[in-house]
């Protein structure tokens, strides 16, 4: 950051009990400040006094007279002051006034047989809006016909921002009881000849970004801000700027990068060590928009400078940027079955897959299911896990980004069922109320196919000679038998 610019605003010339001088921009001007006259003056602390000026600048720099009779004046009392008030009209409203130079001029005559006494003491202020609280040093006369000494203070004054009611004087304050001619020549004897003030003035802008808008709930919003110092001057190193990010309601910062530091807790961006003329700090923060948030919403962020600087042009202070929300989508679907191939008689089982990938919560959700039988195959139940089903239609309603669901629809496959390759179909289309990314994955098919119910091989039979056979056989035993019972018993 550069030192800070001074802009030095000079007044030249005898400055009287109360004069009036303009300031311009730049550079200086001499100008002679005439006294009021006769008059009444508030005293710094002595209430009022009442005498009449003359010009005693004798010999200072400036002074315009060519005669050294002067014409005599009350004495001043302590506390009395000499001052002249300043124009600051051309100073810009909002630049902060630092420091006032003084110019004084002590202008020791003795004239027509008076004699100056030393010791007079006299102390040079400066006022900003009436306040007495910036005074500089004592000056104390010397005394003497010859001694004409000009000197200057610089006045470091509290830090006032310009207005259109500031006012600025200057000049030097009575605070002894010497340096005064015999009661029959009484005059001052110390004048304020000049006085530089020193300003600082800039014009920081606020300006507001954001991408993408639209920006798609469920999407990352990201807020670029800036600050520039138009200048001329800096904003002094060590004088953090402090900038109020108002977001919307319900919304936060999650991540930030670039100049200053950014407070999440509090949204203050806080850019540190000042700010040179012409230069420009940035930060982007990123907030994310809800998947839920209503489709066409507006968002609106203010930017706005918290902190107080010389600055002259406070209409661009703060800055203001809307963005418009929308909703899409990425609904997919999937069927898969089991088993494949079904055997007549059986059933076989669909189970569709809904998925929304986002990035925003899908509504208003439908799967149409779409049959090809053949004859013999019929639906049966569908059980989904969320939503209902009334053939052919899957009703799911909200669907929350990254979310699924499923149906399971159980097909019965009759017996004589003809027997064939991915002869049943089944198709399954989601559609949404929002915009869908990506239609390619809205629809999927699944193909099944049928295979013959098995027969059991038929038990062999015996022509009826073989059954003849068989039983001249087996009757031949039993009568073979019955021979050998009887001689056994005999």
């Known amino acids: 950051m550069s030192n800070c610019f001074r802009k030095r605003i000079t007044i030249m010339g005898v400055v009287g009990l109360l004069g009036i001088a303009a300031l311009p921009v730049y550079g200086s001007v001499t100008a002679d400040l005439n006294p009021n006259g006769n008059g009444n003056y508030t005293q710094w602390s002595a209430g009022l006094a009442d005498y009449t000026w003359v010009d005693e600048a004798v010999g200072c720099p400036g002074d315009t007279s060519a005669s050294l009779t002067e014409t005599w004046t009350k004495l001043i009392p302590v506390g009395d002051r000499q001052s002249a008030t300043i124009d600051l009209t051309s100073i810009p409203n909002g630049a902060r006034i630092t420091a006032v130079d003084i110019i004084v001029c002590q202008s020791s005559t003795a004239l027509n047989g008076g004699t100056l006494t030393s010791g007079g003491t006299f102390q040079t202020f400066a006022r900003l809006n009436s306040a007495n609280t910036d005074s500089g040093t004592?000056?104390?006369?010397?005394?003497?016909?010859?001694?004409?000494?000009?000197?200057?203070?610089?006045?470091?004054?509290?830090?006032?921002?310009?207005?259109?009611?500031?006012?600025?004087?200057?000049?030097?304050?009575?605070?002894?009881?010497?340096?005064?001619?015999?009661?029959?020549?009484?005059?001052?004897?110390?004048?304020?000849?000049?006085?530089?003030?020193?300003?600082?003035?800039?014009?920081?802008?606020?300006?507001?970004?954001?991408?993408?808008?639209?920006?798609l709930a469920g999407q990352d919003l990201i807020y670029t801000l800036s600050v520039t110092n138009n200048g001329p001057d800096a904003i002094p190193v060590g004088e953090d700027i402090v900038i109020q990010d108002t977001l919307p309601a319900g919304y936060a910062v999650t991540a930030s990068s670039g100049d200053g530091s950014y407070d999440t807790g509090t949204n203050e961006w806080t850019i540190s060590g000042g700010l040179a003329s012409s230069a420009t700090a940035t930060i982007q923060l990123t907030v994310p928009v809800p998947s839920?948030?209503?489709?066409?919403?507006?968002?609106?962020?203010?930017?706005?400078?918290?902190?107080?600087?010389?600055?002259?042009?406070?209409?661009?202070?703060?800055?203001?940027?809307?963005?418009?929300?929308?909703?899409?989508?990425?609904?997919?679907?999937?069927?898969?079955?089991?088993?494949?191939?079904?055997?007549?008689?059986?059933?076989?089982?669909?189970?569709?897959?809904l998925t929304n990938n986002g990035p925003s919560d899908a509504s208003g959700v439908t799967v149409n299911i779409a049959e090809t039988f053949p004859a013999g195959v019929t639906e049966g139940s569908g059980i989904p896990s969320v939503g209902t089903w009334s053939s052919p239609t899957w009703t799911v309603g909200a669907l929350t980004a990254g979310a699924s669901a499923t149906l399971t629809l159980n097909v019965n496959v009759a017996a004589n069922a003809t027997a064939g390759t991915d002869v049943i179909l089944v198709t399954a289309t989601v559609g949404g109320a929002e915009t869908d990314g990506n239609p390619a994955n809205n629809t999927a098919t699944a193909s099944t196919s049928i295979q013959a119910l098995a027969v059991a091989a038929p038990i062999p039979t015996l022509q009826d000679w073989a059954l003849l056979l068989l039983g001249l056989l087996l009757g031949g035993l039993v009568w073979r038998q019955s021979r050998w019972t009887g001689r056994m018993s005999a």
């Open 292 to 353: 839920s948030e209503a489709d066409e919403a507006v968002l609106s962020n203010t930017a706005a400078i918290t902190s107080a600087h010389p600055d002259t042009d406070n209409t661009n202070d703060s800055d203001t940027v809307t963005t418009t929300v929308n909703r899409s989508t990425d609904l997919s679907v999937t069927v898969a079955d089991a088993p494949d191939p079904v055997t007549a008689g059986g059933s076989v089982a669909y189970t569709v897959t």
């Open 138 to 215: 004592n000056i104390i006369t010397a005394g003497g016909f010859t001694n004409r000494t000009a000197t200057t203070q610089t006045i470091a004054v509290s830090s006032v921002t310009k207005t259109g009611a500031t006012t600025l004087e200057i000049g030097v304050v009575k605070t002894g009881s010497g340096g005064v001619f015999n009661p029959s020549r009484r005059s001052v004897n110390v004048y304020t000849l000049a006085g530089n003030v020193t300003y600082l003035a800039s014009d920081l802008q606020v300006t507001k970004a954001d991408s993408p808008d639209p920006v």
